[in-house]
Protein backbone atom coordinates (compact mmCIF):
# COMPACT_ATOMS: atom_id res chain seq x y z
CA UNK A 1 0.00 0.00 0.00
CA UNK A 2 1.36 3.81 -0.80
CA UNK A 3 -0.35 6.79 -0.44
CA UNK A 4 0.54 10.11 -2.76
CA UNK A 5 -0.88 13.24 -1.12
CA UNK A 6 -0.09 16.43 -3.48
CA UNK A 7 -2.42 19.99 -3.53
CA UNK A 8 0.18 22.11 -1.80
CA UNK A 9 1.66 25.07 -2.81
CA UNK A 10 2.32 28.93 -1.78
CA UNK A 11 -0.87 30.98 -0.90
CA UNK A 12 -1.41 34.28 1.32
CA UNK A 13 -3.04 34.72 4.94
CA UNK A 14 -6.45 33.88 4.65
CA UNK A 15 -6.92 31.62 1.61
CA UNK A 16 -7.49 28.58 1.26
CA UNK A 17 -5.91 24.73 0.06
CA UNK A 18 -7.34 21.58 -0.45
CA UNK A 19 -4.86 18.65 0.09
CA UNK A 20 -5.33 15.23 -1.50
CA UNK A 21 -4.09 11.88 -0.07
CA UNK A 22 -4.63 8.60 -2.34
CA UNK A 23 -4.43 5.19 -0.99
CA UNK A 24 -2.98 2.84 -3.89
CA UNK A 25 -5.63 0.16 -1.88
CA UNK A 26 -8.63 -0.38 0.19
CA UNK A 27 -8.75 2.46 2.36
CA UNK A 28 -10.89 0.58 4.71
CA UNK A 29 -8.29 -1.96 5.69
CA UNK A 30 -7.31 1.04 8.36
CA UNK A 31 -8.63 2.05 11.33
CA UNK A 32 -8.64 6.00 10.78
CA UNK A 33 -6.67 8.40 8.01
CA UNK A 34 -4.51 11.09 9.46
CA UNK A 35 -3.40 14.31 8.51
CA UNK A 36 -0.17 15.67 10.01
CA UNK A 37 2.23 18.40 8.87
CA UNK A 38 5.91 19.48 10.69
CA UNK A 39 6.60 22.87 10.23
CA UNK A 40 9.95 24.03 9.78
CA UNK A 41 11.90 23.20 12.55
CA UNK A 42 9.69 21.59 14.80
CA UNK A 43 8.64 18.17 15.60
CA UNK A 44 6.04 16.60 13.43
CA UNK A 45 2.08 17.03 15.04
CA UNK A 46 -1.03 16.02 13.96
CA UNK A 47 -3.44 17.74 12.51
CA UNK A 48 -7.12 15.68 11.63
CA UNK A 49 -8.13 12.28 11.82
CA UNK A 50 -11.19 11.09 10.54
CA UNK A 51 -11.37 7.14 11.53
CA UNK A 52 -13.31 4.15 9.69
CA UNK A 53 -16.74 5.30 11.51
CA UNK A 54 -16.74 8.44 9.84
CA UNK A 55 -16.14 10.38 13.14
CA UNK A 56 -13.35 13.16 13.04
CA UNK A 57 -11.04 15.13 15.44
CA UNK A 58 -8.96 18.22 15.09
CA UNK A 59 -5.77 20.09 16.73
CA UNK A 60 -7.08 22.84 18.47
CA UNK A 61 -4.75 25.40 16.24
CA UNK A 62 -7.48 24.06 13.20
CA UNK A 63 -10.27 23.90 14.59
CA UNK A 64 -12.99 25.88 12.40
CA UNK A 65 -10.28 26.00 9.60
CA UNK A 66 -9.54 22.81 8.80
CA UNK A 67 -12.07 19.79 7.46
CA UNK A 68 -11.13 16.31 6.94
CA UNK A 69 -13.47 14.24 4.72
CA UNK A 70 -13.14 10.88 2.19
CA UNK A 71 -14.41 9.83 -0.58
CA UNK A 72 -14.53 5.40 0.11
CA UNK A 73 -15.11 4.24 -3.63
CA UNK A 74 -12.18 6.64 -4.92
CA UNK A 75 -9.36 5.67 -1.89
CA UNK A 76 -8.87 9.64 -1.13
CA UNK A 77 -8.62 11.83 1.68
CA UNK A 78 -8.90 15.31 2.00
CA UNK A 79 -8.21 18.53 4.14
CA UNK A 80 -9.75 21.84 3.29
CA UNK A 81 -7.68 24.12 4.75
CA UNK A 82 -9.43 27.32 5.07
CA UNK A 83 -8.38 30.50 6.54
CA UNK A 84 -4.93 29.95 6.43
CA UNK A 85 -2.31 31.92 8.52
CA UNK A 86 1.61 31.68 8.50
CA UNK A 87 1.78 29.38 11.28
CA UNK A 88 0.01 26.69 9.29
CA UNK A 89 2.98 26.55 6.56
CA UNK A 90 4.62 23.24 6.79
CA UNK A 91 5.28 19.88 5.38
CA UNK A 92 1.67 17.98 5.43
CA UNK A 93 1.57 13.97 5.33
CA UNK A 94 -1.02 12.00 5.51
CA UNK A 95 -1.06 8.29 7.14
CA UNK A 96 -3.01 5.56 7.08
CA UNK A 97 -3.13 3.33 11.06
CA UNK A 98 -4.40 -0.06 11.43
CA UNK A 99 -4.19 -0.29 15.02
CA UNK A 100 -5.54 2.34 17.55
CA UNK A 101 -1.95 3.84 18.43
CA UNK A 102 0.68 5.52 15.90
CA UNK A 103 2.99 2.84 15.27
CA UNK A 104 5.49 0.71 13.26
CA UNK A 105 2.66 -0.66 10.80
CA UNK A 106 1.55 3.13 9.77
CA UNK A 107 1.75 3.83 5.78
CA UNK A 108 2.84 7.34 5.25
CA UNK A 109 2.33 9.81 2.21
CA UNK A 110 5.70 11.31 0.96
CA UNK A 111 4.43 14.56 2.16
CA UNK A 112 3.32 18.01 0.13
CA UNK A 113 4.46 21.56 1.03
CA UNK A 114 1.91 24.06 2.35
CA UNK A 115 3.37 27.81 2.37
CA UNK A 116 1.80 31.10 3.87
CA UNK A 117 2.74 34.43 3.80
CA UNK A 118 1.57 37.49 5.68
Known amino acids: VQLQAYGGGSVLAGGSLRLSCVVS???????SMWWYRQPPGKEREWVA????????AYDGSVWGRFTISRDIPENSVYLQMNSLKPEDSAVYYC?????????????WGQGTQVTVSS
Open 95 to 107: CARKNANEGPDDV
Open 25 to 31: GNMNRFN
Open 49 to 56: VIRVGGST
